[in-house]
Protein backbone atom coordinates (compact mmCIF):
# COMPACT_ATOMS: atom_id res chain seq x y z
CA UNK A 1 0.00 0.00 0.00
CA UNK A 2 2.69 2.48 0.88
CA UNK A 3 4.88 1.49 -1.99
CA UNK A 4 1.60 2.80 -4.29
CA UNK A 5 1.66 5.70 -2.48
CA UNK A 6 4.80 6.97 -3.02
CA UNK A 7 4.51 5.86 -6.58
CA UNK A 8 1.18 7.35 -7.17
CA UNK A 9 2.88 11.11 -5.59
CA UNK A 10 6.33 10.74 -7.26
CA UNK A 11 8.16 10.84 -3.39
CA UNK A 12 10.99 8.37 -4.46
CA UNK A 13 11.96 11.32 -7.23
CA UNK A 14 11.12 14.21 -4.63
CA UNK A 15 13.84 12.41 -2.60
CA UNK A 16 15.92 11.69 -5.04
CA UNK A 17 18.04 14.95 -5.46
CA UNK A 18 19.63 13.70 -8.89
CA UNK A 19 15.67 14.28 -9.92
CA UNK A 20 15.09 17.33 -11.68
CA UNK A 21 11.82 18.74 -12.88
CA UNK A 22 11.37 19.21 -16.59
CA UNK A 23 9.44 22.17 -17.07
CA UNK A 24 9.51 23.92 -20.44
CA UNK A 25 8.33 27.01 -21.73
CA UNK A 26 7.32 27.80 -25.44
CA UNK A 27 6.54 31.59 -25.09
CA UNK A 28 2.68 31.39 -26.23
CA UNK A 29 0.29 32.50 -24.03
CA UNK A 30 -3.50 31.43 -24.44
CA UNK A 31 -5.96 33.25 -26.63
CA UNK A 32 -7.91 34.20 -23.55
CA UNK A 33 -7.29 37.53 -21.76
CA UNK A 34 -8.18 39.45 -18.85
CA UNK A 35 -10.14 42.61 -19.16
CA UNK A 36 -12.23 45.00 -17.41
CA UNK A 37 -14.99 47.45 -17.95
CA UNK A 38 -15.78 50.66 -16.66
CA UNK A 39 -19.24 51.81 -16.80
CA UNK A 40 -19.94 55.55 -17.64
CA UNK A 41 -21.30 56.00 -13.69
CA UNK A 42 -17.17 54.64 -12.55
CA UNK A 43 -15.72 57.10 -15.46
CA UNK A 44 -17.73 59.71 -13.97
CA UNK A 45 -16.49 59.07 -10.44
CA UNK A 46 -13.08 59.19 -11.96
CA UNK A 47 -13.30 62.55 -13.23
CA UNK A 48 -15.07 64.03 -10.16
CA UNK A 49 -11.97 62.30 -7.90
CA UNK A 50 -9.40 64.10 -10.59
CA UNK A 51 -11.18 67.60 -10.61
CA UNK A 52 -11.42 67.47 -6.55
CA UNK A 53 -7.59 66.99 -6.07
CA UNK A 54 -7.54 70.22 -7.84
CA UNK A 55 -9.60 72.27 -5.45
CA UNK A 56 -8.11 73.74 -2.34
CA UNK A 57 -8.58 72.66 1.55
CA UNK A 58 -8.55 76.01 2.00
CA UNK A 59 -10.23 78.81 0.46
CA UNK A 60 -7.50 81.95 1.41
CA UNK A 61 -9.77 84.03 -0.08
CA UNK A 62 -12.62 83.63 2.10
CA UNK A 63 -10.22 83.10 4.85
CA UNK A 64 -9.15 86.56 4.11
CA UNK A 65 -12.22 88.13 4.14
CA UNK A 66 -13.99 86.44 6.78
CA UNK A 67 -10.22 87.64 9.01
CA UNK A 68 -10.73 91.16 8.12
CA UNK A 69 -14.76 91.52 8.92
CA UNK A 70 -13.40 90.22 12.76
CA UNK A 71 -10.90 92.12 12.84
CA UNK A 72 -12.81 95.50 12.22
CA UNK A 73 -15.68 94.24 14.31
CA UNK A 74 -17.97 94.05 11.26
CA UNK A 75 -18.51 90.38 11.62
CA UNK A 76 -21.74 88.96 13.15
CA UNK A 77 -22.07 85.38 13.13
CA UNK A 78 -25.89 83.77 12.94
CA UNK A 79 -26.45 82.93 17.02
CA UNK A 80 -28.26 80.40 16.57
CA UNK A 81 -26.17 78.40 14.29
CA UNK A 82 -23.07 78.69 16.38
CA UNK A 83 -25.49 77.42 19.48
CA UNK A 84 -26.26 74.59 17.54
CA UNK A 85 -22.44 74.07 16.63
CA UNK A 86 -21.39 74.27 20.39
CA UNK A 87 -24.26 71.30 21.08
CA UNK A 88 -23.77 69.10 18.52
CA UNK A 89 -19.93 69.59 19.85
CA UNK A 90 -20.97 68.99 23.52
CA UNK A 91 -19.03 72.00 24.31
CA UNK A 92 -22.74 73.73 25.13
CA UNK A 93 -24.96 71.87 27.92
CA UNK A 94 -28.41 73.33 27.92
CA UNK A 95 -29.67 71.82 31.06
Known sequence: MIGKISGQYNIDALNNKKAKRNVSYNG?????????NISSFGSLLAKVNAEMKNIPE???????????QIESGKYNPPLDKVANALIIAGMLDLE
Open 28 to 36: NFSAESDNA
Open 58 to 68: VRDDVVADFKG
